[in-house]
């Protein structure tokens, strides 16, 4: 490794590093990201880079619009309830910012007319990638802001719990299933399980899959047992005292026309908590999310109601619907029955959001189905990862 020149060292013209706190991180506790990003085919990662990116990602507002130069995060805020020693975690801290600087994201057109590469991190601006005095800087590509900001089909989980997961699949569950919150379901056949949980087919430096001597792709855990084992079994303890706590039940084929046990297809997932009734205190202490929620109390939305839609919702259409209100108060349309009123387009407009998100959820499975076909044929798939 290159040792980095000291600051009395007048033959160096490299550049400084710019580490230290630039400004202070404002966190809004809750990471929003495209569809796309979720339900891709990411790599295993270790949780201290999964960390990175979330405390990253949960800096980018919904009135952005762009990327900024480069974020800035706090170590002691990634590595609180996690495994990593005090006297390893400048090594620990290295190790993921090199995972994070060898991820790509692949785009492909259906027809493999079109394909081309991204990296995630640019390691290429002025600001570094990198640690210094406690503080992290990352720099992440401009050319994928259209999937952090402005994004209009997303999916959207808290930090609390997230941050102490200890697993890469309990994260990927907890991503998932904050997709499904809506419905309290989620049913997944066997292979697309294997894609979202990096279980698919072994790829080449190349990106070709490989086979065994039969011809047959190689894939991690072929045992469906073995799959059950190493990706569901964490996740299951992990998530037990979260409001994503599930169970999961195994789906046999219907009929078997040849002799033998019913092959196993798919994987029901079922939410186990009760839907929330009360608003979180971490909604209430974040400065835009508290100041919707006053508002919304002021027209009489109920905190039930405020509870289980204003996450979907989102804080932007809340406030339109607030200035709706507003001017019909101004105007000779005003609401005699605010109680009755704004509960009812409320609700409405949360479950025209919650429904939207499920049709992108079953879309963008149903284009991960197509495409494991197409690599399977030798095309490239249409999806990040």
Not at 33 to 60: E, G, P, Y
Not at 288 to 306: E, F, H, P, Q, Y
Request: proline content about 3%.
């Amino acid at each position: 490794m290159t040792e980095l020149p000291s600051m009395a060292d007048k033959r160096s013209n490299q550049l400084m590093l710019p580490f230290d706190l630039q400004y202070e991180p404002e966190h809004r506790q809750y990471v929003k990201q495209h569809w796309n990003v979720t339900f891709a085919r990411q790599k295993k990662m270790s949780v201290l880079a999964k960390r990175i990116m979330a405390k990253v990602i949960d800096q980018v507002r919904d009135d952005d619009m762009s990327l900024r130069d480069f974020y800035q995060i706090r170590i002691q805020d990634i590595i609180e309830d996690s495994s990593v020693s005090k006297s390893g975690v400048y090594n620990s801290v290295q190790g993921a910012l090199y995972e994070l600087a060898q991820v790509v994201w692949e785009f492909a057109s259906p027809d493999n007319s079109q394909y081309y590469l991204l990296h995630l991190v640019d390691t290429s601006k002025q600001h570094r990638v990198g640690y210094q005095d406690g503080v992290i800087t990352m720099v992440m590509n401009p050319q994928l802001a259209p999937y952090f900001i402005q994004i209009a089909h997303y999916t959207k989980y808290q930090l609390k719990n997230y941050m102490t997961l200890r697993s890469w699949y309990s994260m990927r569950f907890f991503e998932i299933l904050s997709a499904f919150k809506d419905t309290g379901e989620w049913v997944v056949s066997v292979e697309e399980y294997r894609m979202l949980m990096d279980c698919w087919h072994e790829k080449d430096q190349k990106g070709k899959v490989k086979t065994d001597k039969d011809g047959n792709p190689k894939i991690k855990y072929p045992n469906v047992n073995s799959l059950i084992k190493y990706t569901m079994m964490e996740p299951l303890e992990e998530l037990a005292n979260t409001e994503l706590a599930f169970t999961y039940e195994p789906i046999y084929e219907e009929k078997r026309h040849v002799k033998g046990r019913k092959r196993l297809t798919a994987f029901r997932f079922r939410m186990t908590s009760l839907p929330r009734t009360s608003i979180p205190g971490s909604w209430l202490v974040n400065e835009v999310v508290g100041r919707t929620i006053a508002n919304l109390r002021k027209w009489k939305v109920s905190d039930k109601n405020v509870a289980l839609y204003l996450e979907d919702i989102g804080t932007k259409k809340a406030n339109e619907l607030i200035y709706e209100w507003q001017m019909k108060e101004n105007s000779d349309k005003r609401i005699d029955d605010k109680v009755r009123y704004c509960n009812k387009v409320f609700v409405h407009i949360g479950k025209e959001a919650q429904q939207k998100m499920k049709d992108e959820v079953t879309a963008a499975l149903n284009r991960m189905s197509e495409s494991s076909q197409r690599e399977v044929s030798g095309q490239q798939p249409d999806i990040i990862r």
